[in-house]
Each structure stands twice: as structure tokens, then as C-alpha cells.
């Protein structure tokens, strides 16, 4: 069986390649959530300095790693990097299963970030390798889908697998092995050159001014709905209701972002230049229902209606970092797209902790009520720039995708 790219075909297990490679993308830190709260019976003489490291040191390394996986991927290696970074995530999560003592997880889980770092841009940064125009954002939608559902699967099978054992929940880092198994098709079917029509060819270099938007616009919509999965268990103990709805509503979130990734296409042509505008929109009602309705099926409502805004914003983002670059830079450009949403995550909960110093507010509510108001205003601006590259849909674009 053949797949159209838009430049050629390509086989079905090249594609499978590229998807699997997607799903291992979503891995990083999954198994660590199930056991935060036992994590000082697991390890009774860890100090608190080496807890914090365990946490935050593999998501700090995997930033600067995405910028240099992006910048070796210009010298045309990207099976060689992706292959070095696979066997290290998945020799990571081998190695984790076995670990006795917090020093020796620690170190293992650098090295993870490190193989993480290497794979994540690259998860992407195939599919623009492969494909284009239409094909291309079609491909981005369903790799956005197939990470975000692998999310919600693996973060469902962590936390059962922690009940039994925690060093069980480790098992879900050794799924790059398929990948790896799968490399192969990709080494028998190099890609082809990007089409003359292509937006790629008319840049010499990566247009700047373009990317730092695209980069401060991930990170914002990221930082915007993280409160979701960082501050939903606070709400959900503050409304009263069981600690297991807060579970739910995270599952939810991340299956609304995988849904429009489905439809991209059908999304994009509809809606057009106002793309963006109304998923900005469906992010910040959605944040403010959260934040000042108090029935759970409300609430639900708010979460799946921030996540569908979300989903087909983050897509659309990682298309528009490849048009701005030429093929042999997209990658790279996408690797500093993608170390936002990293970033994002770090720094997240230490921005909320300063909004709340500044404005005084230590109510639950106020996380969601504030980012929902900050994205309402980046709507308004977008309202009035729908025909600008970054907030909206210009035609170049539109034409081609």
C-alpha cells in the first residue's frame, strides 16, 4: 500500500514509522506522575534537593537537546540522530526498571531526557520531511492526534501499572523499541525534494521574525492551558467533589487536543483566516467556565472546549515553522517551535505563583479566570491581524495548505 506525500508515495511501514515515533514523543516524565506522592517512602533517605532533581532535570535537559537534534538535522542525519536518540530513550527505560536507589534513577532519567531531546523534533520534523502542501498538514494533524492519545493511553496504563509495582510504570519508556524496530522502512525510502510551488523554496534561511513569533505564541496558548493539568485537582478539592473527577477531566482534555487533529484539513479550509481566531476563542471561554461555573458537567464543557481550541492551534503552528524555513532548516526551526512548550511547562507553575503574589489572589479560581481573560485579549488582537502569519491564516499559507 502506498501514502500520497504531496511529492510522491511512500509505504505503509515507513508511515507507521513516523506515527510510532509520534506517540513516543508524548512519553517523556509519564512515569514519574504515578509515584510523585510515594516518592518518599520509595526512597526514605532522599533528601528533598534530590526529589526535585528527579522531577525536573530530565525536562530541563530535553530543551537544549530539541535545539541541538534541530541543528544537526540540517547536515541531512536525521535517521542517524533519531536512531542514537531512540536507542538511548529506550535503553533509559530499560535501565529504569532496575534502578535501586534515587541517585541512580536520577541519572538514568538525564539520560532519558537526553534521548527525548534528541527524538522530539525530529517526530515532527519527518513528517515535513516527507510530505507537503495539503498532504503535509493532514500528516501534522493526525501525528498531533496519535500524541496525545498515546498521552492519555500511557498515562492510564502508568498509573496502574504503579499500583502494582513502581518500577512497573518504567515499562511505557521501553516503547521506543518499536520504533526502532520500524527505522528500517524509513532507511529504504529517503524522501523526496520539496515541489517548485513549495513556500520552502523562496527562503535562503530561516525567517526570524517569523519564528520568534510562532515561539512566543506555542509558548503563550501552552502556559494558557497547562493551569488545566496543573491547578485542576485544587478546583476539583475546592468544588468538593472526588479527587478521581480531576483524573477524568485531564483524560478529557488531552483527547479534545487529539480530536481537530483528525479533521485539520476540513478545519483549516472552513474556517480560514479566522482559524485561529475562533480557537482562541473556544480556549478562553472554555478556561472561564472552568474558573466561575461550578457544576461538574459545566466544567467538563470548559476543559473539552479549551482543549479542541488548543489542539487545532498547536498543529497549525508546527506547519507554519516549516513553511519559513528552507527543507534543509525546517527542522530546526521547528526544534525551537517545539522547546516552548518544554519551557512552558517549567516556568508554568512559577508564573502563577508570582500572579498570585502581585495580585493577591490565593483562590483556586483565579488561575483559570486570569489565563482565560489573557487569551480573551490575545483574541481581540487576533481579531484585527486575521490576515497576519502568526495570528491568523495568510493567503500564502492558506493557498498552499
Avoid at 525567517?207 to 491547578?231: C, E, H, N, P, Q
Avoid at 483524573?247 to 487536543?257: C, P
Avoid at 478562553?284 to 487545532?312: D, N, R, S, T
Avoid at 519551557?343 to 490565593?362: G, N, T, W
Wanted: glycine letters at 8%.
Amino acid at each position: 500500500m502506498k501514502i500520497n506525500t504531496g511529492k510522491g508515495t511512500i509505504s505503509l511501514q515507513a508511515l507507521l514509522a513516523i506515527w510510532s515515533i509520534s506517540a513516543v514523543a508524548s512519553l517523556p516524565g509519564l512515569a514519574i506522575s504515578p509515584i510523585l506522592g510515594d516518592l518518599t517512602k520509595i526512597f526514605p533517605k532522599a533528601t528533598e534537593l534530590e526529589l526535585q532533581m528527579l522531577t525536573s532535570l530530565p525536562s530541563l535537559l530535553i530543551i537544549p537537546f530539541v535545539l541541538v537534534a534541530g541543528k544537526l538535522s540540517e547536515g541531512k542525519q536525521q535517521l542517524e540522530i533519531l536512531f542514537w536518540g531512540l536507542l538511548i530513550f529506550f535503553l533509559s527505560g530499560v535501565a529504569c526498571l532496575f534502578a535501586k536507589s534515587i541517585f541512580w534513577l536520577i541519572l538514568i532519567s538525564c539520560l532519558l531526557g537526553i534521548g527525548a531531546g534528541m527524538v522530539i523534533p525530529l517526530s515532527t520534523g519527518l513528517v515535513v520531511e516527507y510530505f507537503t502542501g495539503d498532504w503535509r498538514v493532514r500528516q501534522l494533524g493526525y501525528s498531533s492526534a496519535i500524541n496525545n492519545l498515546a498521552l492519555v493511553l500511557a498515562t492510564a496504563l502508568t498509573g496502574y501499572l504503579a499500583e502494582v509495582n513502581w518500577h512497573l510504570p518504567f515499562l511505557v519508556y521501553t516503547l521506543p523499541g518499536i520504533s526502532l524496530l520500524l527505522l528500517g522502512a524509513l532507511r529504504h525510502q529517503p524522501s523526496l525534494p520539496e515541489p517548485k510551488e513549495s513556500l520552502q523554496l523562496q527562503y535562503s534561511a530561516i525567517d526570524r521574525k517569523k519564528l520568534v513569533g510562532l515561539m512566543l505564541f506555542y509558548f503563550f496558548i501552552t502556559y494558557a492551558v497547562l493551569v488545566i493539568t496543573y491547578d485542576i485537582s485544587f478546583l476539583v478539592e475546592h468544588h468538593h467533589m472526588k479527587s478521581s473527577f480531576s483524573g477524568v477531566i485531564i483524560a478529557l482534555f488531552f483527547l479534545a487536543i487529539m480530536l481537530p487533529g483528525l479533521f485539520l484539513n476540513r478545519i483549516i479550509h472552513a474556517l480560514q483566516s479566522k482559524t485561529n481566531l475562533l480557537s482562541l476563542i473556544l480556549t478562553a471561554v472554555g478556561l472561564i467556565m472552568v474558573g466561575y461555573l461550578h457544576q461538574p458537567w459545566l466544567m467538563v464543557v470548559g476543559v473539552l472546549l479549551a482543549g479542541l481550541g488548543y489542539g487545532v492551534m498547536q498543529p497549525i503552528i508546527y506547519d507554519k515553522a516549516a513553511t519559513i524555513a528552507p527543507p534543509r532548516s525546517a527542522t530546526l526551526a521547528l526544534s525551537f517551535v517545539m522547546a516552548m512548550n518544554y519551557l512552558a511547562v517549567m516556568v508554568c507553575p512559577f508564573i502563577l505563583s508570582l500572579a498570585r503574589e502581585v495580585f493577591h489572589m490565593q483562590s483556586e479560581l483565579f488561575p483559570f479566570r486570569m489565563n482565560g481573560a489573557l487569551v480573551l485579549c490575545v483574541a481581540v488582537v487576533a481579531c484585527c491581524r486575521r490576515g497576519a502569519f502568526v495570528l491568523g491564516l495568510d493567503e500564502r499559507y492558506f493557498t498552499e495548505s
